[in-house]
């Protein structure tokens, strides 16, 4: 069973554009949405998470928008580099103790061409 | 700190044989995390523990698939035998509880065919 659902599967965009990832989740038990950034070869890294209390939280040029009712969150890279080029997952989780588990979303593919 | 350490990098296997993948998480980490990524079903929790004790396997796909935590400092994910519908990276993740972060770090996988 999905319960986070992401999409596109892939995205390209030239350099200076805001490529926008999507995810939704269908259990409303998840109070903890990060951003995995995976690298060809290396293991997922945390690039940024948001909690439910909170519409929008920016880092840097990544920003993470949510909404609560419809379920669903984003994430928006502004001024998008060909460094950016990665591998990006969704993630929840229900952060009580002892359930710490991450459910990942799919991946999104993003190419940011010169 | 030098991260959360795996070996092997990669391993190759013939179909039938026993595989142990390894895992040394961050230093004061007291939950550790299995995930097997494929392209087919991505990243996928098999199992994690906390203090050393499992507390979810439900991931675990087969009874082929076992692992341990016997200190804090090491684990050991083993499958047997090995099928090669296994091949995989396997990610061993770490993290701690205090402060309020929730933040996996992973190690940087184990790449298992087996032919």
């Known amino acids: 069973q999905q319960q986070v659902k992401q999409s596109p599967q892939s995205l390209i965009v030239q350099k200076g554009g805001i490529p926008i990832i999507n995810c939704a989740y269908e259990n409303t038990a998840f109070d903890y949405f990060p951003w995995y950034q995976q690298f060809p070869g290396k293991g997922p890294a945390l690039l940024i998470a948001i909690r439910p209390d909170v519409s929008e939280k920016k880092e840097g040029r990544f920003t993470i928008s949510f909404n609560k009712s419809a379920k669903q969150f984003s994430l928006h890279i502004m001024d998008s580099q060909p460094g950016d080029s990665a591998t990006y997952f969704c993630?929840?989780?229900?952060?009580?103790?002892?359930?710490?588990?991450?459910?990942f979303g799919s991946g999104t593919r993003l190419q940011v061409q010169p | 700190d030098a991260g959360v350490i795996q070996s092997p990098r990669h391993e190759v296997t013939e179909m039938g044989q026993e595989v142990t993948l390894r895992c040394k998480p961050i230093?004061?980490?007291?939950?550790l995390f299995w995930y097997r990524q494929t392209m087919m079903r991505g990243l996928e929790l098999l199992i994690y523990?906390?203090?050393?004790?499992?507390?979810?396997d439900s991931g675990m796909p087969e009874d082929r698939f076992s692992a341990k935590m016997p200190n804090a400092s090491f684990s050991t994910l083993k499958i047997q035998p090995s099928e090669p519908r296994d091949s995989a990276v396997y990610f061993c993740?770490?993290?701690?509880?205090?402060?309020?972060?929730?933040?996996?770090?992973f190690g940087p996988g184990t790449r298992l065919t087996v032919t």
């Open positions: 993630a929840a989780s229900k952060g009580d103790t002892g359930r710490r588990a991450l459910t």
């Open positions: 993740a770490s993290s701690s509880h205090w402060g309020g972060s929730y933040e996996q770090y």
């Open positions: 523990f906390n203090n050393n004790v499992p507390i979810d």
């Open positions: 230093s004061g980490h007291d939950y």
